[in-house]
């Protein structure tokens, strides 16, 4: 079992507490979005095009309204709605902007996106009403992948974007690259093409929407990572005031980037209920969420790279082809995975020449966006495959070649221009390794079964400020957090994050992050989240930047507060405040004489009730406020993940008999729960590699509209992960934490990969494609396992 | 209109009389007619298992059954788990002790389910514990914790040590 860790004598940070969000999760007294009731609450469902791509004649809602329970029934006509366009700052030749109406107009572009939407007094009554809608559609030739989508005279998904393009750019030609390439004695080639993936949380996405006479406010509850831009960008579709917009988010089912996007239907309830002045709730069905909900990952790439004959990297030469489907995601845009690809792409490896193209390419396919690791997984996957055809070329271990490769001395900034903060890339890969060796699985591997081992080796910007946002050119530009913490005349305190648990323990850790700052217990400590009234403003959670940056706007407010207490003490004891410091158990007292001292509790007590007694200059209550970004290009988590799998050559089924995770995510707030999200993405990047796909036929219909047929893995398929952790403190946030949410992720589908192809070394076969298809494995065995 | 049906059914222990439509199912029954939203609802087709109850003891999805179909039936979902003061049973603290939930929405359907298994075979090794796990989807823990937690609870059921 796991044994709580406790580490560092007195302080909260560092120490695996009892989770804050256990006991109502685990008493079912948890509140997500569906289990909000209001008084004359209805209930939303959409009409969803069936065709994948068409002309609408007519939407025809009269049988609709006639249903026993249905209330209202609306088209994009009747509500009348702005769009949601998410924009970059680049040229026309890079970028076409694109927007995307909360309801179809004209044309729908795929399978599941809605055309109307209707209000009925249960969910039941609602899918009847659904079922009476009459929508007619002129067929359109659908482009349902994207080499369809490239050729020549294809039918556009979007008149303005020719060749069916929304991103185009060529970044990083290094001068000289093609006589690298020309001279270099090994170059090996990688093209790979990745599966469509669904995130899929497992609370699907929903709202509820009410308008409150009395705060003259459109209250959404919604379960989104990202409240602030939800708010934004309905109010800006219903023509409000973002005054008039409050956007709250209960406890969240999960997220992992599926819900830090605004979605067209959350927009849509919330005018529902704006023009019938009645609560409108809209919760996903499982169909909906399969079918209609942001996917990713469709990604092909081709790549070639350079070696010297020991096996070092010489050069780069990448062009990336991602499957954007239907529409570009606010605020990310369709960017989202070709720019990240395209800027990072070299990994941990010391590239001297790169070149790359990366494109977003727009089919009738359900839209994308981001989804824990945007890209990492697949360009990882291909460095990681180059590596280790270079190795297998050059007669060097896969371990060695990495070796000789990877970044050691840091800062290093890199081809792609980004400067790494330090890591332990070496040291990472070194121990992994070791334990694999050291357990024996080398021994086992040459027992004469189909084992083989793989490994990745990976690092992952994890904080992400605006300056790495800006250099995308996004229009919108994340990055920032702001955090206010107030004391109260108890003394206890309330801080409040930007940032959005949806299941990363934002209520524990951010409370660790606090009490220690300010030296309380963490049972003084309230985290406030999630609520666009009560946060002054906040950027949400992806791109694991919570602890990084959410984390530690909340330790600089802290900081401040405990100047004030700081202040008020050494004017209430006749001191320096120079000579007072904050005592560790919840107090300020004299440094030198430190019996002397003032519990919060009694600061409080002046700061709120008895305020003539406080210095000059100072005013009443207690509040700081603190903003955090992040300087240069952020910081870097890493990790080495290695896999031991055995195949199967009757069914080309693949065993993961070991996996073995190496990681570094800095200083580590609460280990338990750091191995949690290890544990939980690598069992994500498993099913990348494995099992889920996102399939459709020819004419652009979902072939996975249920979970019999997305194979999301159970217990049976996911093994037990043996994780070490290595620690290089982050240099610039607090308590030296990098990120650590989507590593596993990241690191996991590569050295699936990687294993399956050792274990097929003899057989001729390499397979780079994901999900790895059981009758690939099965076709590269026959015949050398009878 | 859909004709209404008057269905008794007994939910932790506990007679509740309802006037509902006979296509209603057990789940909605429980979370919006009954308020006992502990039990989620995660594909409504039987696979993520997010809806599991115990009916007579045994785990059930309550999203495949219709409220009319269980009348004579026990039902417990997991708010029976805890005592009335809101202090855990032993399975719950497992799950906590083990960083067995993160967001918490599946968690219920498997505490439910553990909870029904555990009766019906206290001796379960560890083994057998995965593969009933492995009935429900849950997408943030990767399942290791899940197992650990039941797996514990279980040798500490059987130590007579529980929490």
Known sequence: MNEPHFRRDGAWVGASVPRREDPRLLAGRGRFVDDVALPGMLHAQFVRSTVAHGRIVAVDLDEVRAVPGVVAAFSAADLGLGDVTALLDRPPHEFVPTSMPVLARDKVRFVGEPVAIVVARDPYAAEDGVEAAVVEYEDLDPVVTDTAALADGAPLVHAEAPRNTLVDVSLFATEGIDEVFAEAPCVVRVRTKTGRQNALPLETRGVVASWDDRDEQLHVQTNTQIPHQVRTVLASCAGLAEKQVRVTVPDMGGGFGQKCVVGREEIAAAAAALRLRRPVKWIEDRRDALTAAFLAREQRYDVRAAFDADGHILGLDADVVCDMGAYSCYPFTAGIEPLMASAEMPSVYKVPAYRVRGRAITTNKAPTGPYRGVSRPQYVMVMERLMERAARELGIDPVEIRRRNVITVFPYTGVNRITYDPGSYRESLDLCEQVLRDEGWYDVRDSGRVIGIGYSCFSERTGYGSGAFAQRKMRVVPGFDISEIRMDVSGTVSATTGTMSHGQSHETTMAQIVADRLGLDIAQVKIVQGDTDRITYGWGSFASRSITIGGSAVAAASEKLGDQLREIAAHLLDADVDGCELDGAGGVRLRDDPARRLSFAELADVAYLRAHLLPKGVGPGLSATASFDVPGDGTFSNATHGVVVELDPGTGGVEILRYVCVEDCGVAIHPQIVEGQCRGGIAQGIAGALFEQVTYDDAGQPLAPSLMEYKVPTAAEIPDIVIHHLETPCAFTANGAKGAGEGGTIGAPAAVLNAVNDALRGTGVELDDTPISREAVHRALEGTHG | ?163
């Open chain 2, 1 to 163: 209109m859909a004709e209404i049906q008057l269905v008794e059914l007994t939910v932790n222990g506990e007679r509740r009389d309802l006037a509902i439509e006979p296509r209603r199912t057990l789940v909605d029954v429980l979370r919006h007619d009954l308020g006992l939203t502990g039990t989620h609802v995660g594909c409504e087709h039987g696979i993520c298992g997010a809806c599991t109850v115990l009916v007579d003891g045994a785990p059930v999805r309550a999203c495949l059954v219709f409220a009319a179909q269980v009348e004579d039936a026990d039902i417990r979902t997991v708010e029976s788990l805890s005592a009335p003061d809101g202090s855990l049973s032993d399975l719950q603290q497992e799950f906590s002790a083990h960083h067995g939930l993160q967001c918490g929405f599946c968690t219920p359907g498997f505490l439910m389910l553990a909870e029904g298994f555990l009766a019906e075979r206290p001796d379960a090794t560890k083994e057998e514990i995965r593969e009933v796990v492995a009935s429900n989807l849950c997408r943030c823990t990767g399942y290791q914790t899940i197992v650990e937690a039941v797996d514990t609870c279980a040798a500490r059921r059987r130590e007579g040590t529980c929490a």
